[in-house]
């Protein structure tokens, strides 16, 4: 009689079990902060390729248009067609509102946006200067270059633009967006908007210091603009240091753990420059600026920076004091305008004592 032999199944122990959990789980632990990096560090590369685009633009408008710096060309007391159609704009007072009335108008025109109407006391040089040059853009209104591919809530924006009566479901009841409250519905138009800010010495050519653009220790997001301003008409060539002179900046570190506002000093973040290179510089490594109303004082323009915050998706950074921050204005208002320069160099002499 053949002897019985009791089988045996192998199989893990509940001790092996738990250490194969805990040695998967230090893996994970392990590689999802560097997959988080190479994500942050590929989005900062298209971030990158997306304001060379728009500074190249520079060269390729200037060749067309007498040397100038793209944007807007609409000036006070002249009359422009609306669209196609046989009316008109009546004659705006100021530079600013004529810029607003050229704004309105492509996007009624380039974005299919007859909704828009005319907007008071907007100044779209700064957040909407590419409008201006969708012709060497991809002349597609939203313009997906012209936003960081970290800025969330733009890019939820311009998932769906239009309002419901063009066949859209904007406004989003559920993306946070800055909202004005008048009869125009102008925050109809922040899906058209850029993630990077036109320095103010682009389009600002007033002569007089008195009557140039100024932001001093006002609100981050309002600029204080006389009546007598010139603006638009600055030419590529004005530049007196194009390759340490800034184009554009963005309006908030977005490539980290946690996006903060700009003009921190230990922020690093892409600059675009007017010799067309992009770099990631240092803020505080920039020079200070200037108050441009105020060429020969030695102290620079600050910036208050409080926003408001709209959760669960904030559209701008929170401040990293509760009470908001005040910071040097740096690259925004750079001593000389276009004639000065930012990086790599002293600030040029405006009769500033020294030190």
Known sequence: MAASRESRKSGFTLIELLVVIAIIALLIGILLPALGEARRSARMTVCISNM????KTLGTYASEYQDKVYGFTWKKGEKYRKGETSN??????????????QAVDILNRRGDRPDIKDIQGWIPHIYYTHLVAQDYLNARLPEKVVICPDDKPRAQ???DPKPKGLGGGWPFSSIPRPVNNDSNDDDFRWPYSSSYLTVVASFDRTSNPTSR?????????????PAAAVLGGVRVSDAEFPN????QYDSARRHAKRPTYWAYDDVT????FYDTHVASTKIGDCNPGWKPQKPKDANPSLITYNPVIAPPLNWEPEPLNKGGDTYIGRVAWTRGG??????????VNTGQPKN
Not at 52 to 55: A, I, P
Not at 244 to 247: G, R
Not at 269 to 272: A, D, I, V
């Open 52 to 55: 060379g685009t728009m500074s």
């Open 88 to 101: 008109f704009w009546n004659a705006a007072t100021t530079d600013v509102q004529a810029a607003a009335n």
């Open 157 to 159: 924006w311009q998932l």
């Open 213 to 225: 653009l100024s932001q001093d220790g006002g609100p981050h997001n309002t600029y204080f603009v």
């Open 244 to 247: 340490n002179k800034v184009f």
């Open 269 to 272: 973040m892409p600059l675009s």
């Open 338 to 347: 276009i004639k000065g320069n930012d990086v790599n160099s002293t600030e």
